[in-house]
Every structure is written in structure tokens, then in C-alpha cells.
Nanobody, 116 residues
Framework: QVQLVESGGGLVQPGGSLRLSCAASGSIAGINHMGWYRQAPGKQRELVAV???????NYADSVKGRFTISRDNAKNTVYLQMNSLEPEDTAVYYCLVNVIPHMNYWGKGTLVTVSS
């Protein structure tokens, strides 16, 4: 019914930048909040950033000042701009889209590797 397509993951050197995108398609009446989660080996999945339908944002303390979440409502797409990347940012990043009325859909994940 609703499909998410993630892109932008890959290998980047410490201090570099990467931009993730997640586009939603299908029978979508409207989208509430959207967000990004990540899971590193041996760790629990954690919230990275979230953006509401009105544009309010929230970030994990570990990425504040380095990551920026944004959305393009015309394209049903959420982005995550990642700057000053650190090895600790290495993880599989998952997109979350909450559609009206309050139904969560998850992307399959995209791998981000920060290494020299």
C-alpha cells in the first residue's frame, strides 16, 4: 500500500558529508511526521531525527549541530543531511514515515560507513 525507497548511503571519510533521502509512494492520503533511525552493530536501534508535519524537528544529542532533517511535501520525501561525519555514525539508517491516520511504514535501511 505504501512503499519507501531510501537512497544516499555509502562510504565516506571522517569529516565528510552524506545526504540520505527517503521517498514514499502508494495510497497516501497525507503524511504526519517522518524520521530517521539507525542501528549500529551490537547496539539498539535509536532515533536520529524526526520532523513533524508542521516542520518542527528533534535530534539525538549525538548528532545535534551536524545533521539536518528536512522534508519535501510535494515529493513525499524526507532527507537527512549529515555533515562532519564520525566513525561512530556508521550504522544502517532506516526511514520512518507516519501516514494519515497514524500508520507507520519503515524503509529497508541504507548502510552508512564512515571510515578512512
Amino acid at each position: 500500500q505504501v512503499q519507501l525507497v531510501e537512497s544516499g548511503g555509502g562510504l565516506v571519510q571522517p569529516g565528510g558529508s552524506l545526504r540520505l533521502s527517503c521517498a514514499a509512494s502508494g495510497s497516501i492520503a497525507g503524511i504526519n511526521h517522518m524520521g530517521w533511525y539507525r542501528q549500529a552493530p551490537g547496539k539498539q536501534r535509536e532515533l536520529v531525527a524526526v520532523i513533524t508535519s508542521k516542520g518542527s524537528t528533534n535530534y539525538a544529542d549525538s548528532v545535534k549541530g551536524r545533521f539536518t532533517i528536512s522534508r519535501d511535501n510535494a515529493k513525499n520525501t524526507v532527507y537527512l543531511q549529515m555533515n562532519s561525519l564520525e566513525p561512530e555514525d556508521t550504522a544502517v539508517y532506516y526511514c520512518l514515515v507516519n501516514v494519515i491516520p497514524h500508520m507507520n511504514y519503515w524503509g529497508k535501511g541504507t548502510l552508512v560507513t564512515v571510515s578512512s
